[in-house]
């Protein structure tokens, strides 16, 4: 029976093997876990781990009143993933388990399994996802599951008992969880590998066609900008067709059926109608699904997915169509939704420049100049660069943008709260410092309660760019923020180590205008300093007279 035992075991982990692979590449794991398994969803990953090691105990073969198993594979590769914390709950899972079904190697194979999870756990912890090669993978399960087996040495009684047991499973335990562990890691990395370079190409071909949109879009979201996008779209993917719409009608289509799918036609089919007014993305397959009245029409299958603005309200749909003869994959859903949230922003910031045109504060608007169609497109192309490394950041710093320009957009208040200043000024700052990589770091210290006091809107963020502006050198640039409340006036620092004004600099315009504004809602009630630190650096300290009611933002 022993010669048989390692066979028996190799077969069982083979389908454990399968059945995982499979499950990892659903469209709903994926969905949870992102494109890495390595720093997100600790607890589902060690649930999971804990699973696989119940089906290792579950099929495991008898012997002598203990069980040859491969439950230490769902737990080392817990651990190996998502470290110590996942590593712990699979393990307690599967020992948890195992304890529930006695046996002279109850205690020993539950102190095991505990181990197992926290060695490769703390491993993983201390060198990394990316260290666990698979040669490395089969030497460190081995080791374990040496180590496992000596808690059955050590406390099965009898002795002679034990020996049997230990010498006799070491073989079969040792191949089947190192070998099951290895090609698991190995598989679940080269899937990781390949949704990165989904993200990678997804993120190169939504540059591309920004890149072809920013200059149309500035003149409006419109059936013009609307052509020059859907066909910048068409020409750079492989859908086979690509329509744009509004709330109401059809602002361009491009690619087969243009000939009937008209630009200007009201919107008649029912699924543009039903993602209007949900307000959620749609996938459809089928002439049923497209409804259209055209008998030869070629579409066939699309994914519909909602346009909307910094305040989420729906402004029309972005529509990508497939022929019969190719099919909608999770790749192009994706790509869709990742499409469509980029697009909005650039319409975002078409519909920001026509009303700051017409804003009637000429000078507080000139602040965020900066924040021009280019100015996002030179921030979002430095996203790029770092999506090939940390895809998983795009998200974060696409919202980040979301949030200042909803801010810059919508923000007409003549005093906001200095928490709301703050926060717009640390999501310039991120994105900065994506831009410049780790050439940049800052610290905002602000205590509650100067957090609800009210000052003058983009006071702070354009003393943070003359820092960058000014200040950025070959070696990392900080700047400091320190707000606080001295008796009755509001001082502001902003700090840097960088390179320091010269003399003959001219000051920016930037802090121009803000002294100006300053002159005209404080008259003589503030003061406003720029000085070089003795050892490099910048200091741009204010003094703001508290003289505003922050119930109702007027002077009192």
């Given at each position: 029976m022993l010669e048989n035992i390692s066979l028996i075991l190799l077969e069982r982990v083979s389908l454990i093997l399968v059945i995982t692979y499979i499950f990892?590449?659903?469209?709903?794991?994926?969905?949870i876990f992102g494109k890495t398994l390595a720093t997100k969803n600790k607890v589902i990953l060690g649930i999971i781990g804990g699973f696989l090691g119940i089906l290792g105990t579950?099929?495991?073969?008898?012997?002598?009143?203990?069980?040859?198993?491969?439950?230490?594979?769902?737990?080392?590769?817990?651990?190996?993933?998502?470290?110590?914390?996942?590593?712990?709950?699979?393990?307690g899972i599967s020992a948890t388990f195992r304890l529930f079904l006695g046996g002279i190697t109850t205690i020993p194979c539950f102190l095991g399994?505990?181990?197992?999870?926290?060695?490769?756990?703390?491993?993983?912890?201390?060198?990394g996802r990316q260290h666990f090669t698979f040669f490395r993978t089969l030497f460190y399960t081995t080791?374990?599951?040496?180590?496992?087996?000596?808690?059955?040495?050590?406390?099965?009684?009898?002795?002679?008992l034990a020996y049997d047991i230990t010498f006799n499973i070491l073989f079969p335990m040792v191949i089947t969880n190192s070998l099951g562990v290895s090609f698991l890691n190995y598989m679940i990395k080269n899937m990781e590998e390949k949704l990165e370079l989904t993200a990678e190409n997804t993120i190169n071909s939504i540059f591309i066609i920004m890149e072809g949109s920013l200059n149309t879009i500035e003149k409006g979201f419109n059936e013009e900008s609307a052509k020059a996008i859907a066909e910048s779209i068409l020409n750079n993917t492989d859908f086979e067709a690509v329509a744009i719409t509004d709330k109401e009608k059809i602002l361009s289509h491009v690619g087969i059926g243009s000939d009937h799918h008209i630009v200007g036609m009201s919107i008649k089919t029912d699924a543009t109608k039903k993602v209007i007014k949900s307000g959620q993305g749609l996938k459809?397959?089928?002439?049923?699904?497209?409804?259209?009245?055209?008998?030869n029409c070629p579409l066939f299958s699309a994914i519909i997915i909602p346009l909307t603005d910094l305040n989420n309200e729906l402004i029309g749909t972005l529509k990508l169509y497939y022929s019969k003869k190719n099919e909608i994959?999770?790749?192009?859903?994706?790509?869709?939704?990742?499409?469509?949230?980029?697009?909005?922003?650039?319409?975002?910031?078409?519909?920001?420049?026509?009303?700051?045109?017409?804003?009637?504060?000429?000078?507080?608007?000139?602040?965020?100049?900066?924040?021009?169609?280019?100015?996002?497109?030179?921030?979002?192309?430095?996203?790029?660069?770092?999506?090939k490394k940390e895809p998983e950041k795009i998200n974060k710093f696409i919202d980040n943008i979301s949030d200042l320009l909803?801010?810059?957009?919508?923000?007409?208040?003549?005093?906001?709260?200095?928490?709301?200043?703050?926060?717009?000024?640390?999501?310039?700052?991120?994105?900065?410092?994506?831009?410049?990589?780790?050439?940049l770091d800052y610290e905002i210290l602000c205590g509650e309660k100067e957090n609800e006091i009210l000052i003058p809107p983009f006071i702070l963020q354009p003393l943070v760019e003359n820092s960058i502006k000014h200040g950025m050198k070959d070696d990392k640039l900080i700047i400091k923020i320190?707000?606080?409340?001295?008796?009755?006036?509001?001082?502001?620092?902003?700090?840097?180590?960088?390179?320091?004004?010269?003399?003959?600099?001219?000051?920016?315009?930037?802090?121009?205008?803000?002294?100006?504004?300053?002159?005209?809602?404080?008259?003589?009630?503030?003061?406003?300093?720029?000085k070089n630190v003795l050892f490099g650096g910048t200091v741009i300290e204010i003094k703001i007279k508290n003289t505003i009611n922050n119930k109702v933002g007027e002077f009192v």
């Open positions: 990892f590449q659903t469209y709903f794991i994926k969905r579950v099929f495991g073969i008898k012997y002598n009143g203990a069980i040859v198993n491969y439950r230490d594979i769902g737990v080392i590769l817990a651990g190996m993933i998502g470290g110590i914390p996942a590593g712990i709950i699979a393990a399994t505990l181990s197992a999870g926290i060695i490769s756990g703390s491993i993983s912890q201390y060198y080791i374990i599951e040496i180590f496992h087996l000596t808690y059955v040495l050590i406390m099965v009684k009898p002795f002679s459809i397959v089928g002439k049923k699904g497209i409804s259209c009245s055209i008998n994959k999770n790749s192009d859903i994706i790509f869709g939704k990742k499409l469509a949230q980029t697009l909005s922003l650039i319409i975002a910031i078409a519909k920001m420049n026509e009303n700051l045109k017409l804003a009637t504060e000429e000078k507080l608007r000139e602040l965020m100049a900066n924040l021009s169609p280019h100015f996002l497109f030179n921030t979002l192309n430095a996203i790029k660069y770092i999506s909803r801010y810059t957009l919508y923000e007409n208040n003549r005093f906001v709260f200095l928490k709301d200043e703050i926060k717009f000024t640390t999501d310039y700052l991120e994105l900065m410092k994506l831009r410049y990589n780790d050439k320190k707000i606080e409340k001295i008796n009755d006036y509001i001082q502001i620092i902003v700090e840097d180590n960088g390179k320091g004004f010269r003399k003959q600099e001219k000051k920016g315009k930037g802090l121009e205008l803000i002294k100006n504004r300053l002159n005209s809602i404080y008259n003589n009630n503030y003061d406003f300093n720029i």
